[in-house]
């Protein structure tokens, strides 16, 4: 997830949008480590991503195994604090805690965890390692230095948006926004653990070129070439792109519903979520739907 800063009408305004979103990302110096790098060493194969979209190959000489396994932190010491007051929230919930402990005492994966300066109320995960049979082994979280602050939008991001400032106390207090998006972080990770990884690396390099072919040709979708592109990667650009910020959205959601204990508090924030799937993701309702 990255705090993205813009406005924009629903309908053939947002595809226009995500569209452009996407492909200014092929352009420009990613926002953390944005990218996508694809490469085999013996064992290995990593991939960086964004969860704003994706870039073409970026080359890289190696990949070298994960040092250790397990839950590797890498915090500079001026953010230590406040990383550890993040974290506790986390942990407070019990689908944090059971989250956390599966990679903490994994001994085929290593997580690790850092905070950035350059996107500070933004987080991404990347750095996403497979072994030869298809096994995801690693993957680096890198959290904005003020996650605690900052709302993304409710059109990608239903449930962080809904801790806006105007809902209620005991749902912002504590760090709760920050939490939310490191349970968003972890969604990612546990999705692309799900996944195989061949087809999320093909979907990473096909992107690029989907939506290169997508602005020459007068935005037409219905191209050959972009129907074919699509059923390789079993979907377009965007709903690739909504299909895996709704998995990172669907975490944040259990660590809410777990987190949020008062009854009023919890009717109210669990509303604000419904009523912005209902608006802006009904193809993805089911998987809110499940968490009450």
């Known amino acids: ?48 991503v964004s969860h704003t979209g994706v870039r073409g190959p970026i080359a890289s000489s190696e990949a070298k195994l994960p040092v250790k396994n397990g839950i590797r932190e890498v915090i500079p010491q001026k953010y230590k604090e406040r990383y550890e007051e993040w974290k506790n929230e986390f942990l407070a919930a019990e689908t944090g805690r059971r989250q956390w402990e599966l990679y903490e005492h994994n001994d085929a994966f290593m997580l690790t965890i850092m905070i950035s300066d350059e996107d500070k109320h933004g987080a991404g995960t990347s750095k996403y390692m497979w072994d030869d049979n298809g096994k995801l082994i690693a993957a680096t979280i890198v959290l904005g230095s003020r996650i ?12 962080m948006n809904a801790l806006a400032p105007d809902a209620t106390a005991a749902m912002v ?24 990884g061949a087809t999320y690396r093909l979907q990473n390099q096909l992107i690029p070129l989907y939506n290169e072919i997508l602005l020459k040709n007068g935005r037409n979708t219905k191209d050959p070439r972009l129907v074919e592109l699509a059923a390789k990667m079993g979907g377009t650009p965007v709903e690739i792109w909504e299909d895996r910020e709704y998995w990172g959205e669907a975490n944040a959601m259990l660590f809410l519903r777990d987190r949020i204990t008062d009854q009023s508090a919890h009717r109210e924030l669990f509303g604000r979520i419904n009523r912005s799937v209902a608006l802006y993701a009904r193809d993805y309702s089911e998987r809110f739907e499940q968490i009450k």
């Open 1 to 48: 997830m990255r705090m993205p800063r813009f406005s924009f009408h629903i309908g053939l305004s947002t595809t226009l949008f995500c569209l452009t979103s996407i492909q200014g990302l092929y352009a420009q110096t990613p926002t953390f480590l944005n990218g996508e790098r694809d490469v085999v060493n013996s064992s290995l194969t990593s991939t960086e």
């Open 148 to 159: 605690n602050e900052g709302y993304p939008n409710p059109i990608y991001y239903p449930v």
């Open 173 to 196: 207090k504590n760090n709760v926004l920050a939490a939310a998006k490191i349970a968003h972080e972890f969604g990612h990770v546990k999705q692309v653990a799900g996944m195989d």
